[in-house]
């Protein structure tokens, strides 16, 4: 009997264009320094016209089954982390399915925690396999934020990027490896906090919800950033604490890349050095659900995980969700 649900390939993508934070500058009144200073970020890859979410996930997706050493045909589980599908039905998992010719016997649906969606998604399909009823799964995080995003608000078009990141699981004989766990929660207690309140049946789609620019990203920055503090420290701390492991015992940390101030206050927290934490947000910006598999496939790419270590991945995000999870390598 299989006894461990390990990561057997990783993929991302990245859209080709970059706008950097002098682009933006031309386009609202903000400045590279207020950026770099508060954030820092320095750039984000933003999607073009003929690139929906689920085309950014079907390359990230491909990218690591090829790096799984498996086929389209091998995968029977597909659970994409999303907050901006291609459309709200059908779901873009099933977009990326007919994209890569995924088996029609395959599960395949999306999944929306925001920023917190690839650890929910990852904790999800290991779930499913341990239950026996899946072989191989695909885990996506995949995000087009640019199309959600208020071009005339400089508190929020400055802060996301557009990306995609994947993982395909498979089982191994091999006790104590892989995903050691996953500790996941929410605070639904303001919607207002971060939210994209128009587009849905509470604000359907009309001309009203258009001129009150409610189909675009809304956040309440301070709060949000006091919360994320909290939550991203309560959830690292609690897996460690679950598997008997201390922060020094973690070779990687891969956190949510939202904000350098949020990771810098987190490596406090945890009593680590920056230099143990993977961070790739001066090019990304916040990619939401992709941005920890985009930060893991480049950390892995990049010769950076080796066997036998031990990452701890921590993210938040709207709603508000938090978790974290454990994977040894
Ligand atoms: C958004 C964030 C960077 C703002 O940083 P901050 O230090 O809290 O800044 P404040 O909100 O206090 O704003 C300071 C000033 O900068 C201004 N400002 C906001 N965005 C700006 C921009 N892009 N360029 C220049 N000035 C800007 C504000 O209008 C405000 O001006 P005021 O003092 O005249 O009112 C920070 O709060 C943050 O990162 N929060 C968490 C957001 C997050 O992670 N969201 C994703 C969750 S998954």
């Not at 005339?152 to 995903?179: K, M, N």
Request: hydrophobic share 45%.
């Amino acid at each position: 009997m299989p006894s461990s649900i390990v990561i057997l390939g990783t993929g991302s993508c990245a859209p080709t264009k970059i706008v950097s934070n002098h682009d933006l500058a031309k386009v609202v009144d903000t400045s590279d320094e207020w950026i770099v200073t508060r954030t820092g970020i320095r750039e984000r890859h933003i999607a073009g016209q003929h690139e929906p979410t689920s085309e950014l996930a079907a390359r990230a997706a491909s990218a690591a089954i090829a790096d799984a050493r498996l086929t389209a045909a091998d995968i029977d589980l597909v659970v994409l982390a999303t907050v901006t599908p291609d459309m709200p039905m059908p779901s873009t998992a099933c977009a990326v399915q007919r994209k890569l010719g995924i088996s029609e016997r395959a599960m395949c649906f999306d999944l929306n925690a925001a920023c917190t969606g690839f650890l929910y998604a990852l904790d999800v399909a290991r779930s499913l396999m341990a239950a026996g009823h899946h072989r191989h799964a695909l885990v996506i995080g995949a995000e087009k934020l640019s199309s959600f995003l208020d071009w005339q608000d400089r508190s929020t078009c400055v802060l996301f990027g557009d990306g995609a990141g994947a993982v395909v699981l498979g089982q191994a004989s091999e006790p104590g490896r892989g995903i050691l766990g996953c500790y996941l929660g929410a605070e639904g207690v303001d919607p207002s906090l971060l939210c994209i309140p128009g587009g849905g049946c509470l604000h359907p789609a009309s001309a009203h919800s258009v001129e009150h620019r409610q189909h675009y990203v809304k956040m309440k920055g301070r709060e949000i950033f006091k919360m994320a503090v909290r939550v991203m420290a309560g959830a690292a701390r609690e897996i460690l604490e679950q598997h008997g492991l201390t922060a020094d015992q973690i070779t990687w940390v891969i956190p949510h890349q939202a904000n350098l101030r949020i990771i810098e206050t987190l490596a406090k927290d945890l009593a680590l050095p920056l230099d143990r934490f993977i961070i790739n947000l001066d090019r990304y910006g916040n990619t939401s659900s992709a941005s920890i598999p985009i930060a893991l496939d480049e950390a892995r790419r990049a010769g950076r995980i080796h066997p036998g270590e031990i990452s701890l991945l921590v993210a938040f995000g709207g709603g508000l969700t938090y978790g974290s999870a454990l994977i040894r390598w």
